[in-house]
């Protein structure tokens, strides 16, 4: 059976890059950037350009099954000004091209900053609760959820948001800095097993899911991916306590 | 007692115009309109101007105790790139110049096409329900509303959504169109009395509320309205079946 082909953006990122090598021998990728380019090996295909420019977008969806769309400012703190460009502009850019371009399946890269205001005051989070953003960044992930919402319903595109909790690039050391990542951690292996479970699963259009691992101090609800993704998280952050 | 000083931004709409006329005697006025100028009364001060102009909003808000934004692309059929212009960053900039210039309450013109996709599958709708925009406008008014909220919990602000349903410039007159009008109206003095509500009660710093007369077949849920805000409509729309 042919390997399925997917576009990641953002694959110079955080996670993008995780999920960039995980994927590697399972689908067929490509790979977008904004400028710098590491290296890449055997058929993947590259391109290089700007998350908010649609007529690129056009052309980096071009043939492929689905996208792993990581791209976008990631910052907490960023301005309006940038959210605007790379999240809100942006995402719209992913959404209108692949529906242009007949592409259903889209892994969005939401951020549990959308409900970052129920953390504020303790309030344990379901997905279905109304967004409470916590910054520009929140609340332009937000959009990018509403839109999906409307591209699914409108125009059958198949978009799942998953809310990211706390990935770090190091697995091996604690963030010292606080324990909220004891609630908060999404390991490697388990954010891999999260989109691919999303890239594959079959019945369902549309979801918003928490990316967490099995974490027992979680404060966010998972229940709604190990039912309709059948996600089955295979670490705890409580092994750094 | 001293009058509060209102302004109200997209005076020269449809909605903006009923207000504007129906406060002129409760409140001082400023109005803001994007370039034309209908005649003006009295004291009432006019500015003329972009809504996506921070600098300008920053002028615009400078010392009035509360803001009525109706300004935006009204459309349900709008461009993407209209209402990433009028309404998400016309909205932002009216947010961000009220935090600016320490106006903290607001009463921002939503849409019940942020919710337009449970009206198309017969859903009856409650406003804490997730958003389902059936548009760009409405996934422009959606945004509107979770930015709304980050301003209320990060900085103070008093922001109330108002999903206005059918408002029509004539009155006497049936939209002969369709038979949606006799859920969805919301006549002229019903409208004016919400916003006032909106613009005077307390105790109170958000809120999402459908803008409906007491319509016998309302299909949107206005009890949070009765209950919040003292909203006591005085028209059906069974008037026009």
New interface residues.
């Given amino acids: 059976m042919d390997r399925k082909k997917v576009l990641i953006t953002g694959a110079a990122g955080r996670i993008g890059s995780v999920i960039h090598h995980a994927f590697r021998d399972r689908y067929r990728l490509r790979l977008m950037y904004h400028n710098t380019v590491p290296p890449v090996e055997g058929d993947e295909e590259v391109m290089v350009g700007s998350i908010a420019d649609l007529a690129f977008l056009e052309e980096a969806v071009q043939g492929v099954d689905a996208i792993v769309h990581m791209a976008g400012n990631p910052s907490g703190k960023a301005t309006?000004e940038a959210v605007?460009e790379a999240n809100?502009?942006g995402t719209?850019c992913v959404y209108?091209a692949a529906r242009r371009q007949g592409v259903k399946r889209i892994v969005f890269a939401s951020t549990n900053h959308v409900t970052g205001?129920y953390e504020?005051e303790k309030i344990y989070t379901t997905p279905?609760m109304?967004?409470?953003?916590?910054?520009?960044y929140?609340?332009s992930k937000?959009?990018g959820e509403?839109?999906a919402?409307?591209y699914v319903?409108?125009f059958g595109l198949e978009i799942f948001c998953l809310r990211i909790g706390s990935f770090q690039p190091d697995e091996s050391v604690k963030n010292r800095k606080s324990d909220r990542i004891l609630s908060t951690w999404l390991s490697h292996r388990d954010c891999v097993q999260l989109v691919r479970r999303c890239l594959e699963v079959e019945g369902l259009n549309y979801g918003i899911f928490y990316g967490i691992s099995g974490n027992q101090r979680a404060y966010w609800d998972i229940s709604n991916a190990r039912q309709l993704l059948g996600y089955e998280p295979e670490d705890d952050a409580e092994r750094f306590a």
Same sequence: chains 1, 2.
């Fill in positions: 309006w605007l809100i502009q719209y209108e205001y504020k279905d109304p967004e409470r953003p916590d910054s520009y929140g609340a937000a959009l509403d839109l919402r409307y319903d409108a």
